[in-house]
């Protein structure tokens, strides 16, 4: 059972950055971010594929947004870096994850675009005002 540990949220000013980070035991194949406005369907941000470094990012965050996976003995830790912020980044953003036979990895692997994962974090807050 994948666990997720998520940290990093905030309130900024427009134009700032932030650092998101998650913590993931078991090392899930694939990882990612995902974002949840008030009144507004949940989102994908930017996902990664650890086996081959297959990255995705989401139209609106290209060229702001960037993950970076750093793997230890016991865990990967994904890090979605934020510059640039706008106040339309602002959500509750979510870790997930999956291992490599689950069906939202899968996609990913096949298509480039992932699917939903199975595992999920509690959320850090972004403000950007």
């Known amino acids: 059972h994948v666990q997720l540990v998520e940290s990093g949220g905030g309130s900024v000013q427009v134009g700032e950055s932030l650092r998101l980070s998650c913590a993931a035991s078991?090392?899930?194949?694939?990882m990612g971010w995902f974002r949840q406005a008030p009144g507004k369907e949940r989102e994908g941000v930017a996902s990664?594929?650890?086996?081959?470094?297959?990255?995705?990012?989401a139209d609106s965050v290209k060229d702001r947004f960037t993950l970076r996976i750093y793997q230890e003995s016991n865990k990967n830790t994904l890090y979605l870096q934020m510059n640039d912020l706008k106040p339309e980044d602002s959500a509750m953003y979510y870790c997930?994850?999956?291992?490599?036979?689950?069906?939202?990895?899968?996609?990913?692997?096949?298509?480039?675009?992932?699917?939903?994962?199975?595992?999920w974090g509690q959320g850090t807050q972004v403000t950007v005002s």
């Open positions: 078991l090392y899930p194949s694939c």
């Open positions: 997930a994850a999956d291992h490599v036979s689950s069906p939202g990895c899968q996609m990913f692997r096949v298509s480039g675009i992932p699917g939903d994962f199975g595992y």
């Open positions: 990664l594929y650890t086996g081959g470094g297959s990255t995705w990012y």
